[in-house]
């Protein structure tokens, strides 16, 4: 596992329009709709976790975490991840996703969030009358090399919510990809998930998150 310091937002860089390039989708182009993959592919299959700084919870009503939502599936699609799940809280996020193809040492991931937060940074500041405020600290990242390791991150992630305690079940949060897992998986897809304990799952977590959505 490496650690990353995500890059300050350059102030020439700041973006002229009040709000991030992430308009809504509608029902047949959202990003997310493909059928799960649910196994590890020749591509690198990555768990990455990403906090704000000083873990301020910068995104704490539902509008901010639905842009952050959008953002996050728009932008790492136009890189070529493809995401299996993912969890946005108010100060941090989690996704398990696959690499692009020839991409297996996740190299393009520092391109995604310079451009993600760059973005989100630039945004939130705009709304919060804080310009040039640091928004993101860093990122980590772990390579899934087997199928049980791969499966216990899609569950932890789905399961963030709960773990938090914001709601009873995976899918009453609405920037999770259990819902729509749930809808799409199969029958033996969801036995599995349901069978795997994740409660050794060992991974960085320190995390408070806000309710206020």
């Not at 308009?23 to 768990?47: I, N, Q, V």
């Not at 952050?68 to 493809?82: A, H, N, S």
């Not at 299996?84 to 393009?108: C, K, L, M, Q, R």
Request: hydrophobic share 40%; proline share 7%; with cysteine.
């Amino acid at each position: 596992m490496t650690t990353r310091r995500a890059q300050a937002v350059p102030r020439e860089n700041v973006l002229s329009s009040p709000s991030p390039d992430f308009p809504p989708d509608d029902a047949t182009s959202a990003p997310w709709l493909h059928a799960p993959l649910h196994l590890l592919s020749h591509r690198g299959a990555y768990f990455v976790t990403i906090g704000a700084y000083r873990k301020l919870h910068h995104f704490r009503t539902a509008d901010r975490l639905a842009v952050v939502q959008r953002g996050l599936l728009k932008v790492t699609r136009k890189w070529g991840w493809t995401l299996d799940a993912w969890a946005i809280f108010s100060n941090h996020y989690h996704f398990v996703g696959h690499s692009p193809p020839g991409d297996t040492d996740a190299e393009s991931l520092p391109k995604v969030f310079r451009e993600l937060h760059e973005k989100l940074a630039c945004w939130i500041n705009r709304l919060d009358g804080a310009p040039g405020r640091q928004v993101w600290h860093n990122y980590c990242e772990k390579l899934l090399t087997y199928q049980r390791s791969y499966v216990a991150r899609l569950k932890y992630t789905h399961h963030n919510a709960v773990k938090h305690g914001l709601v009873a079940t995976p899918i009453a949060h609405p920037w999770c990809s259990a819902g729509w897992f749930e809808r799409t998986a199969t029958a033996a897809q969801l036995r599995m998930m349901r069978m795997l304990k994740v409660d050794r799952v060992s991974e960085y977590d320190e995390f408070d998150a806000s309710p206020e959505w």
